[in-house]
């Protein structure tokens, strides 16, 4: 059983930065990709970025060039640098394993300020 726990929300200014981790235990964390999803109240859910066992980043063009994800293996945990963020960057970011079945942490609000 794969458990996620994500941490480092909270509120912010418009052009500010916020770090968000997601710690995962059980599983197979090193082999595993990895993904930051958002969810805005009254929107769909959001794929953020994702992260490989590998290395290899992708990222949605809406955060493109302001987000960063990355991970540590030894650590099992996974991270989301977030630079120059914006009012419709507000959601509550969750962070789920590309598995079958996934699994989904319960989530870390984020809350930018204009």
């Known amino acids: 059983q794969v458990q996620l726990a994500e941490s480092g929300g909270g509120l912010v200014q418009a052009g500010g930065s916020l770090t968000l981790s997601c710690e995962a235990s059980?599983?197979?964390?090193?082999?595993?990709?990895m993904n930051w999803y958002r969810q805005a109240p009254g929107k769909q859910r959001e794929l953020v970025a994702v992260i490989t066992s590998g290395g290899n980043t992708h990222y949605a063009d809406s955060v493109k060039g302001r987000f960063t994800i990355s991970r540590d293996n030894a650590k099992t945990t996974v991270f989301l640098q977030m630079n120059s963020l914006k009012p419709e960057d507000t959601a509550v970011y969750l962070c789920?394993?590309?598995?079958?079945?996934?699994?989904w942490g319960q989530g870390t609000r984020v809350t930018v300020s204009s």
């Open positions: 059980g599983g197979i964390f090193s082999v595993t990709t």
């Open positions: 789920n394993t590309q598995t079958y079945p996934p699994y």
